[in-house]
C-alpha cells in the first residue's frame, strides 16, 4: 500500500482554470504538509495542516487554498491558474509535526503541474 | 537563521568511483536534525537518514555512509561503490527543536553515475 498518494499524477490545464490536487495518507500520521518544488529542483513549503488545523501558511498567493477534511486528507486548490504555477507539487506527511523536530516526513509522489 | 548549502551543483562519475556529497549547516541552536533525500530521475522523494545534533556517530547502510561533524557544522554523505541507479540529486535539509516545524531545503546536488 502506497504510504502517501496524490492524484493526479499529472495535470496539463489552461491559464485561468482552477484545479484541485488531492492528498491522502494511511501512515495515521497528524500532519500533513504542500510543498512546491520549481523547475530548479528548489522545494518550498507552502502549507500545513496538524489534525485539521492550519500550522504553516508561507507567502503563497491567496489563489491556493489547501483543504483537509480529516487528518488524512489534505487538498490543494488551486484557482485562476497562471504560467508560473508550473511546478511539481508533493504533499508529505509527518507523525505528529509537533515542536522537536525529530520527524521525519514522508513525500508522495508528486504532482506535475503544467499551465499552458 | 538556519541555513543549508550544498555547494556542489552537479556531480558526474564513471560506475564503481566513490563519491561524496556535501552539506554544510547553519542554526543557532544546539538541538536540531538533518535530513537526506534522494529524488531519482523518477521524481518522488525519497528519506535516506535522519540523524539529530547530539549523535556524532557516523552512520552506514551497505554502500551509503553519513559523516556528521559539528565543528565543521557538516553532514557529508559518500556513497562507496557507485551504480548507475545512484543517479539522482540528493537534498539535505535542517529542521531545528523550537517551535519552527518547516524543514530547511539545500539546493540539491545532482548526481550522474555514468556506466
Known amino acids: 500500500d502506497t504510504a502517501v498518494s496524490q492524484t493526479p499524477k499529472y495535470l496539463v490545464t489552461q491559464m485561468g482554470n482552477d484545479k484541485s490536487i488531492k492528498c491522502e495518507q494511511n501512515l495515521g500520521h497528524d500532519t500533513m504538509y504542500w510543498y512546491k518544488q520549481d523547475s530548479k529542483k528548489f522545494l518550498k513549503i507552502m502549507f500545513s495542516y496538524n489534525n485539521k488545523e492550519l500550522i504553516i501558511n508561507e507567502t503563497v498567493p491567496n489563489r491556493f487554498s489547501p483543504k483537509s477534511p480529516d487528518k488524512a486528507h489534505l487538498n490543494l486548490h488551486i484557482n485562476s491558474l497562471e504560467l508560473g504555477d508550473s511546478a511539481v507539487y508533493f504533499c508529505?506527511?509527518?507523525?505528529?509535526?509537533?515542536?522537536?523536530?525529530?520527524?521525519?516526513?514522508?513525500f508522495g509522489p508528486g504532482t506535475r503541474l503544467l499551465v499552458l | 537563521a538556519q541555513k543549508v548549502t550544498q555547494a556542489q551543483t552537479e556531480i558526474s562519475v564513471v560506475e564503481k568511483e566513490d563519491v561524496t556529497l556535501d552539506c554544510v549547516y547553519e542554526?543557532?541552536?544546539?538541538?536540531?536534525?538533518l535530513f537526506w533525500y534522494k529524488q531519482p530521475p523518477s521524481g518522488e522523494l525519497v528519506f535516506l537518514i535522519r540523524?539529530?545534533?547530539?549523535d556524532e556517530q557516523n552512520e552506514i547502510s551497505g554502500r551509503y555512509s553519513w559523516n556528521f561533524q559539528k565543528s565543521t557544522s557538516s553532514f557529508n554523505f559518500t556513497i562507496t561503490a557507485s551504480q548507475v541507479v545512484d543517479s539522482a540529486v540528493y537534498f539535505c535539509a535542517l529542521r531545528d527543536a523550537g517551535n519552527n516545524r518547516k524543514l530547511i531545503w539545500g539546493l540539491g546536488t545532482s548526481l550522474a553515475v555514468n556506466p
Open positions: 508529505a506527511s509527518s507523525l505528529t509535526g509537533l515542536a522537536g523536530g525529530r520527524e521525519t516526513q514522508y
Open positions: 542554526t543557532r541552536d544546539t538541538t536540531y536534525y
Open positions: 540523524r539529530n545534533s547530539f
